[in-house]
């Protein structure tokens, strides 16, 4: 895409086709294997979702390159598995199902900070 990143010219650039590759990765995960715990969001909503996903990683790989590019997505991997794995079993939630739903629907509400009913 660009010969250089444009704040750290000094490291490799994130090429076209590993953005093509992580939209890849990212729409197989979100609408296939994770599709369960998007379901209550319009889908018009969950592809605007990725898109801007998608969007702010390609601005970090073309303004700081491939490094920084992949160390976002691996802190955001870890994060996915932290969540996944260890907080919803945790809390009684089935991390790959989000079984029961309504368990998972509040949980998910008491991450973003919001109280039943709001």
Do not use: C
Request: charged letters at 15%; proline letters at 6%.
């Amino acid at each position: 895409m660009f010969e250089k990143p444009i704040l750290l010219p000094f490291l490799p650039p994130v090429s076209a086709a590993e953005l093509l590759t992580v939209f890849t990765i990212a729409a197989i995960a979100y609408f296939i294997v994770f599709n369960n715990f998007e379901k209550h969001l319009p889908t018009t909503r969950r592809i605007s979702k990725l898109f801007v996903v998608i969007g702010i990683l390609a601005m970090i790989g073309l303004l700081f390159g491939r490094y920084v590019f992949w160390g976002v997505i691996a802190l955001m991997t870890i994060g996915q598995i932290v969540l996944h794995g260890w907080y919803f079993p945790k809390e009684g939630i089935n991390g790959l199902t989000a079984e029961p739903y309504d368990k998972y629907l509040a949980t998910i509400q008491k991450l973003k900070g919001k109280k039943n009913g709001e």
